[in-house]
């Protein structure tokens, strides 16, 4: 009876901290209307330097970069204070649109489309854009992409530009990823044959990885970056003051110079690549080791609160299943079947996308991933603790109820322990694979082992090493957790 108590202690402690920490960690999107007007808020896609990546020396993420230097000045100049966030590039139209930032900077060219549903300052860069291929391939212009597969940035103009060429060119296959330095890992390991990309950060890259080579394509029209707006915002004006006297006085380019002269990227590589084979060299992650590692606090809070969640709302709905009240039932199997019935991935998409909009709520990114896999995990839970509440022999519910204990109460003190007990190693599997799974708040910009990996990636023009270091350690945490699991089924067995 004490131990179960301090079991509904613990699960409730778990509970509570966790979601507290949680709320309070939201650092992800938030409308800005909910903001004092004395900070404007910029959102843009740090996968692009020298314009903005992370800089993540000393273990801490921070982005940086030229885009990121013009907006501080801007910012100081108007007299605001500047807070920054972060998307993949597809997705900052989309947070203007939906009002959660007050502007963006992100190397963003100015285009008819885009300016149907934002506004643009000035142009205050130029940019060309540069076909980036292995060393010796020699790919200058459109027409020597004939037949080739051919990646760019999903959403951006070098997308638009590749299809154009596509159009002119024939056999040409495009592949539209996410991040720059994914673009760029497809041309290393030969599954593209060339990518489209602006001057300056094909600059970079090609510093980074001595087997690539960029060249600049020839074309009429230079295009240029711009800060983006929400539509009619009273922003654009002041901004465009600024930034012209910044052009006039030098400041701008004194930021160029700053940022895209030398080989800005804080991470020039000193090392070359090994010729052929395997060229895996972890030295260059060495520094950015702390960092990744950051993000295991995070990954285990996360799936166990998760699974606490999970548990709770797996058991009610398991209950609602068993209890014989025909409505109750069927809303639990309706519910279970839609969650078991989608993808998770999807699921997260809506639940973070969504509840702003339905309910006006600003749910930050890791809210919604607690959420999601509560909701997710639950359903899934609630068979695994009804076929456990199922499997409890018949004869004990029924001597219970002979002796005049109530339902409940017989639920709880003598069905649900030995069901618990039965599913323990249906919900360490349960666990293992939520702690798997949580990778994917990754993708709405919760900052766990696999983004910071991914960061670290962006920032250092690589991307395998990275990645196989964070499979590491999900690796090692599964196999802990597997074995603590061992022990304590062990250990129940033993004081049976
Ligand atoms: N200039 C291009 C565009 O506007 C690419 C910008 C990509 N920016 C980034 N932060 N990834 O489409």
Do not use: C
């Amino acid at each position: 009876m004490k131990k179960k108590k301090a079991w509904l202690l613990t699960i409730l402690v778990v509970a509570v901290v966790g979601i507290s920490i949680i709320t309070g960690h939201s650092n992800s999107l938030k409308a800005v209307s909910s903001l004092g007007k004395d900070t404007l808020t910029m959102i843009t896609s740090p996968d692009y330097p020298p314009y903005e990546f992370y800089d993540t020396k000393g273990g801490d993420r921070q982005i940086v970069g030229f885009d990121i230097d013009i907006a501080k000045t801007l910012a100081e100049k108007l007299g605001f204070k500047l807070q920054i966030m972060e998307s993949d590039f597809n997705g900052l139209i989309p947070a203007l649109q939906a009002n959660r930032a007050d502007f963006v900077m992100a190397g963003m060219t100015p285009t008819p489309e885009r300016q149907k549903n934002i506004d643009f300052s000035i142009i205050y860069y130029e940019a060309k854009d540069t076909i980036v291929a292995p060393k010796g391939s020699n790919l200058k212009q459109p027409q020597d992409l004939l037949g080739k597969k051919l990646g760019v940035q999903l959403g951006t103009i070098q997308e638009q530009n590749a299809r154009k060429i596509s159009q002119k060119v024939a056999g040409i296959q495009l592949k539209q990823l996410n991040k720059v330095p994914e673009v760029v890992q497809e041309i290393k390991s030969g599954r593209i044959d060339a990518a489209i990309v602006e001057d300056t950060v094909a600059k970079g890259f090609a510093q980074a990885n001595p087997d690539l080579e960029f060249n600049t394509i020839p074309s009429e029209e230079a295009s240029g970056s711009a800060i983006a707006f929400p539509k009619g915002s009273s922003f654009v004006e002041p901004f465009n003051k600024v930034l012209q006297q910044m052009k006039d006085d030098g400041t701008l380019a004194k930021l160029v110079t700053k940022w895209f002269s030398q080989n800005t990227a804080a991470n020039s590589v000193s090392s070359t690549p090994a010729k052929g084979g395997l060229n895996l060299d972890f030295t260059r992650i060495l520094p950015d080791i702390p960092f990744i590692l950051r993000g295991i606090p995070l990954t285990l809070l996360f799936t166990l609160l998760s699974v606490t969640l999970g548990l709770i709302w797996g058991t009610i709905l398991s209950l609602l299943k068993i209890l014989g009240i025909k409505p109750l039932t069927w809303v639990a199997n309706a519910y279970t079947s839609v969650f078991r019935g989608t993808p998770l991935l999807l699921q997260l998409a809506l639940v973070y996308y969504a509840t702003p909009q339905l309910t006006g709520y600003d749910i930050s990114a890791l809210e919604a991933g607690v959420l999601t896999f509560t909701l997710n995990s639950g359903a899934y839970m609630s068979e695994t603790i009804r076929g456990g509440i199922q499997a409890v022999d018949k004869g004990q519910s029924e001597a219970a109820m002979s002796m005049g204990v109530p339902y409940w109460l017989m639920m709880w003190d003598v069905i649900l322990p030995q069901a618990l007990k039965n599913i323990l190693p249906a919900l360490v599997n349960e666990t293992i694979g939520l702690l798997k799974d949580s990778a994917l708040v990754s993708t709405i910009g919760v900052v766990e082992i696999l983004r910071s990996a991914q960061i670290v990636g962006a920032n250092k023009y690589i991307y395998f090493e990275p990645l196989l270091f964070a499979g590491l350690i999900y690796y090692v945490l599964v196999m802990g957790m597997t074995l603590g699991a061992s022990a304590l089924e062990k250990r129940l067995r033993e004081s049976e």
